[in-house]
């Protein structure tokens, strides 16, 4: 089925040009007279890109922007302008347009953009589709209208249906597997297998073993031949995670299979061709292993075709609300809660929060979050200590920076009460009585504080 593009522009003639123009290209294309229009239709038809105007009478493209991303639409949307340079194009790219595009258009760039726009948009269909089976398990698929993973998912469209290597670098915890998963799985590899090695968790003496497999009598215990994670993986994917943690040794025994295609398994003589796409990942400075001696320079460059750097948590914030969102209706169906989200002072905690264990992290906290539910929304108390403890630390050198005295008093009596609190495991009467106040002045100062909605 063709895609469908959305042309939203208040100028017919505009809207009618680019019409016949995409048609002539092999799309269908509806469009919109006004933002207004193009909000709704982009709400019902869920096209495979839009290509909106950014000034238009009454809500402009921006605003159209503003209220899709709000809606958790992840909807490709291209910008048109004859205005490149002004601080609304700046604000947009900010809040996740894919493209813009300057007035004049040329045909070649607008018919090359929108190709990359559906392309991107198939990705994330087949990725949700996944979810359920190669992607199996809650939080699991790649969730961000953030600068940053638009980019991740630009270069994923680019690059799936080729066989190049490709090496994703990010912190612990920033779904660099999802990241392999979904090259694999939308190339033409993808029903073939995907084989996944940590290189981390296993012993150097045994991780030769596990790759290239070993013959019969290879060394004690070798009872029987088994093939290696690179024979498994013939014709598919193979992805080496924590591939900085792989010694010297191994990585000259990489870099032939790389440069050749072929290998022996262990304690064998017989030169086993492979046909598998490569794609490592590492949280490490790989060019600083390189200057300490810890990695092969000659390997780097092999591995490093395409690279993909996924951004942590800390870096694209707005995409937490998408990302808890997701993983609280998740867990809401295991555990059979009835839970809908976040009251707004327990996400702004979750905004302030810097989140080292990356979306890892966010996962595990939307777990514990749900299952310590009351109600069917989660609240500051459902929220473990350390991100409490790290938002009153903020908030507190914020008030040692420049807030008024009153506002730091106020901060003060909120660390008291929330020590409080927690001490007494959040028995509001326990907590007064050790403040020496009364249950209901407690309440209404916890109102006061912010510590309750």
Partial sequence: ?????????????????????LTDHGYRVETARDGREGLEKITVLDPSAVIMDIRMPEVDGIKVLELVRLKGQNTPIILITAYGSTQSTIEAMKMGAFDYLLKPLQINDLIETVKKATE???????????SGKEMSGP?????????????????IGRVANSNATVLVRGESGTGKELVARAIHFNSVRRDKPFIKINCASIPDNLLESELFGYEKGAFTGAVT????????????????????????????K??????????ERLGGTETIKVDVRIIAATNKDLEKCIAEGTFREDLFYRLNVV???????????????????????????EYKKQVSGFTEQAMKLLLEYDWPGNVRELKNVCERAVLMSNGPLLTVEDLPHSIR?????????????????????????????????????????????????????????????????
């Fill in 225 to 252: 031949s088994k093939p290696g994670k690179f024979e498994l993986a013939q014709r598919g994917t193979i992805f080496l995670d924590e591939i900085g943690e792989m010694s010297l040794n191994l990585q000259a």
């Fill in 120 to 130: 991107i948009k198939r990705l994330m269909r087949k990725t949700s589709s996944q």
């Fill in 139 to 155: 939080g699991e698929i790649m969730i961000g209208l953030s600068p940053g993973m638009q980019k991740v998912y630009k270069v």
């Fill in 307 to 333: 690279d993909i750097y996924l951004p942590p948590l800390r870096e694209r914030k707005d995409d937490i609300p998408l990302l808890a969102e997701h993983m609280i209706k998740l867990y809401s169906a």
């Fill in 1 to 21: 089925m063709e895609d469908l593009i959305l042309v939203v522009d208040d100028e017919e003639s505009v809207r009618q040009t680019l019409k016949d123009i």
């Fill in 254 to 263: 990489l870099l032939r299979v790389i440069q050749e295609r072929e290998f």
């Fill in 389 to 453: 403890k790290s938002s009153r630390r903020l908030h507190w050198l914020k008030g040692l920076s420049g807030d008024s005295f009153k506002e730091m008093i106020a901060e003060v009596e909120r660390e008291i009460i929330l020590q409080a609190l927690e001490e007494h495991n959040w028995n509001r009467s326990a907590a007064a009585q050790a403040l020496k106040m009364n249950r209901s002045s407690l309440y209404l100062k916890m109102k006061e504080l912010g510590i309750i909605d």
